[in-house]
C-alpha cells in the first residue's frame, strides 16, 4: 500500500529533513508541501538538494490543503500546530514536529511556552523507557504522535536507562548541550547570523529557562514511575559553529552502593538491542561528525568514582534523530511498517 503524504512547513529546517527522508520511502508519495510566507513558490527554490521532488510547489497552509491525505506532518512554529490538528479529526494519522503536544501538563505548557494547551499525544521516541516497557508499544497503535524536541529526547536517551535501574539519583542532573543553530529554525535572528556564531560558544535559556526543561521531566518521570517533581535539572544549551547535531554532556550521582558493572549493565539492557541508540564500548565517546545524516542516538558512558556520578555523552543529528527521524520512526510503527525504512545508521563523513 502507498500512503499519500502533506508535509507543512515544508521550505523550513525540519520539514525539508522529514521530505528528504521520505522521498526514499517506498510506501510514501509525497502528495502535498505547504509554507505560509513561500506560498507559490516552488519547493526546490527552498529545498535545492532535493532534486526528486522539484516537481512540488509549496501551497498555502490550510485545513483544506493539508486534508485529504493518509499522513500530515505538521512542521510548524511551536503553538501553530494545534489550529490545525483540531481540524484534521478525519486524517487517519497526523505527526506534529512541534511541541503543542508534547506537555502532559497544562501548567508547565503556561510556565514555558504560553498559549492555548492541547491534549498530549503518543510521544515519538519509540527507544525511551516507560515503566519497565518501551514507548514504541504504545506507538504501533498510534493515530496522533508528538515528535520530540532534539534537545529534550536527547537527554532523556542518555538517562532514562540510569534513572529506570535506580542507579543514579534524578533529583541532581545537570545537562550541558553543544548545539547546532538549526535547531532553532530558519527564521532570521540576530543571534543566529553566521557572522554572530562564527568562531564563537553562546550559552542561551540559561538559568532554567529552556523550553525542553519540562518535557525532559516528563520522560524520565515516566522512566522511573514517579512524579515530575522528582526530577531537578541543570540544563544549559550551548550554541555552536556546526549547523547540524547535539552533543549532550550529562551528569547524576550514583545512589548508593551500585557496582560499576551494575551502573553499565542498566544501559546495555536498556539499548543492546536497539538499532538506532547505541552504547560504545568502554573508553569510547561519540562525535557529532559520527551522526551527521543517520537516525542514530551514540552514547558513552564514564563512571567518576571520584565525583561520585555517571557522565553521559550523547551526539545525536538534531535534525534526523532530534526531530525527523524520530517523526519517520514513529511513523513506520504506526503503520506497521519495519521501524527502520527509510532511514539509516550510517552518517556522512568527513
Known sequence: MTYSVAVSGASGYAGGEILRLLASHPDIEIRTVTAH????????????????????????????????????????????????????????????????HRLTSADSWDAFYGGDFHEPWAYGVPELLVGGAKQRETLRSATRIAAPGCNASTVSLSLAPGVAAGVIDPGDIVSVLAVGPSGAGKSLKTNLLASEILGSANPYAVGGTHRHIPEIRQALAAASGTAGDSIRISFTPVLVPMSRGILATSTAPIVGDVSDAEIRDAWEHAYGDETFVQLLPVGQFPRTADVLGANTALIGLAIDRSANRVTVVTAVDNLVKGTAGAAIQSMNLALGLPESRALSVNGVAP
Open 37 to 100: 510566507s513561500n506560498a507559490g513558490q516552488p519547493l526546490v527554490q527552498h529545498r535545492p538538494h532535493l532534486r526528486s521532488l522539484a516537481h512540488l510547489t509549496l501551497q498555502d497552509t490550510t485545513p483544506e490543503t493539508l486534508a485529504g491525505h493518509d499522513i500530515v506532518f505538521l512542521a510548524l512554529p511551536h503553538g501553530q500546530s494545534g489550529q490545525y490538528t483540531d481540524a484534521l479529526g478525519d486524517t487517519p494519522l497526523v505527526i506534529d514536529a512541534g511541541a503543542d
